[in-house]
Every structure is written in structure tokens, then in C-alpha cells.
Antibody, heavy 123, light 110 residues
Framework: QLQLQESGPGLVKPSETLSLTCTVTGGSVSSRIHHWGWIRQSPGKGLEWLAN???????HYNPSLRSRITISVDTSNNQFYLDVNSVTASDTAVYYC???????????????WGQGVLVTVSS | QSVLTQPPSASGTPGQRVTISCSGS????????VSWYQQSPGTAPKSLIYRNNQRPSGVPDRFTGSKSGTSASLAISGLRSEDEADYYCASWDDSVGGWVFGGGTKLTVL
């Protein structure tokens, strides 16, 4: 059974960089029919997609956050990552990693999600 | 402001049928598939409907999805107390170059 697990610091200071890891077990990030992505949810708010990556390193970014975020993948460790730099309090959120099924040639669904990790930005 | 538009709330009594709408445009729902996600309090979203009207294994057939043009809807029949959750529609958006979500609909079972 595929599982995704987010890890990272629970607390980050303003202006610093938030770095998260998603570890994939029971499947491979090198899959040719899947992308891997990050989605976040601010407290009491809805879902916001941040970025997607394919095992080749091909990426898609949310245009509103493109200048501050970087997604990357490590096929040897079966992990993918998210960096958000110059964080502010508005980056406080639960961050989820998810698998994006592209087997039809189109994106979707986001069929497996991690449990999420709460990251608080505060001094 | 979300790219996809959902009503913020919906409600029904046990056994009733409720419908949640999702409105988009020709850069998202109009050209690609819609998926729906259920999120119970304190938990991660769970895939509920994919490719407009397909259910993952384990999802009861009380949940049905449909799509017409640039809109989609999720219907829940035989409402049960455990259906109380937030529901999100989502689609890939060609203009954004990524996923877009609805703002979410909080379903209350009265």
C-alpha cells in the first residue's frame, strides 16, 4: 500500500527557509505515470496547490508563489522535497504531499495524500 | 478567492440527498477532469470522486459526481452523520499550469 509521509520542522522563524521532505513507501517516485506534489492549508482555510514534480525533474509551480518555492526529487532515496524561502506568518499552514495520477495523459486525481505536517512561522 | 467556486456550506438531514456545485471555466473544468476530496476535521483530504464520476474502491455508491461544460457537482444520497465534513472540488488549470481548488463546502448533517 502506497504511503506518503511528510517531515520537517514544526517551527520556522520569519525570513528563514522552510524545508520539507516527503518520503514515499510502497511505491516509487520514478513512476512514469505519476507526478508528486505539495499542497498546503492555512488554519481554517481551504487547500492551496504549491508545486508538482515528475521523476525527470520537470516541475510546475503555483504562479503566485513561484519566486519563493522550489520542489525537487531524489529518486535514489524515494523522496521529494519543498523549500519555501523568506517565510512570513502567512506561510503558517499544514503542508501535505500527494501523488498526482497522470496515467490518462491528464492530471488527476490526487489519489494518495500524506497525513500533513503543521508548520508555524513565528519568532 | 478560489479559481473554482463552491458554496461555503450545505446541510441536510439523515437520509436526505444533498448536492454541492463547483463552477469553473474553459481553462480548467471545461477542458479536463474534475475530482472531489472529502476532509474530515483534523485529517488529510481523501479522494472521493475522480475523472468526473469515478469512485475509488471503498467509496460508497451514495457519492456520485457529474460534469457539464464548465461546472461539476457532487451528490450525496442517503445522508449519514459520518458524511459531515468539508468537500473540495479540484481540476488542473491550463492557464495556471497547475491544480486549482474550490474554496470548500462544509457539509452539516442536521
Amino acid at each position: 500500500q502506497l504511503q506518503l509521509q511528510e517531515s520537517g520542522p514544526g517551527l520556522v522563524k520569519p525570513s528563514e527557509t522552510l524545508s520539507l521532505t516527503c518520503t514515499v513507501t510502497g511505491g516509487s517516485v520514478s513512476s512514469r505515470i505519476h507526478h508528486w506534489g505539495w499542497i498546503r492549508q492555512s488554519p481554517g482555510k481551504g487547500l492551496e496547490w504549491l508545486a508538482n514534480i515528475y521523476y525527470t525533474g520537470h516541475t510546475h509551480y503555483n504562479p503566485s508563489l513561484r519566486s519563493r518555492i522550489t520542489i525537487s526529487v531524489d529518486t535514489s532515496n524515494n523522496q521529494f522535497y519543498l523549500d519555501v524561502n523568506s517565510v512570513t506568518a502567512s506561510d503558517t499552514a499544514v503542508y501535505y504531499c500527494a501523488r498526482d495520477d497522470i496515467s490518462t495523459g491528464f492530471h488527476g486525481p490526487l489519489d494518495y495524500w500524506g497525513q500533513g505536517v503543521l508548520v508555524t512561522v513565528s519568532s | 478567492q478560489s479559481v473554482l467556486t463552491q458554496p461555503p456550506s450545505a446541510s441536510g438531514t439523515p437520509g436526505q440527498r444533498v448536492t454541492i456545485s463547483c463552477s469553473g471555466s474553459n481553462s480548467n473544468i471545461g477542458v479536463t477532469d474534475v475530482s472531489w476530496y472529502q476532509q474530515s476535521p483534523g485529517t488529510a483530504p481523501k479522494s472521493l470522486i475522480y475523472r468526473n464520476n469515478q469512485r475509488p474502491s471503498g467509496v460508497p455508491d451514495r457519492f456520485t459526481g457529474s460534469k457539464s461544460g464548465t461546472s461539476a457537482s457532487l451528490a450525496i444520497s442517503g445522508l449519514r452523520s459520518e458524511d459531515e465534513a468539508d468537500y473540495y472540488c479540484a481540476s488542473w488549470d491550463d492557464s495556471v499550469g497547475g491544480w486549482v481548488f474550490g474554496g470548500g463546502t462544509k457539509l452539516t448533517v442536521l
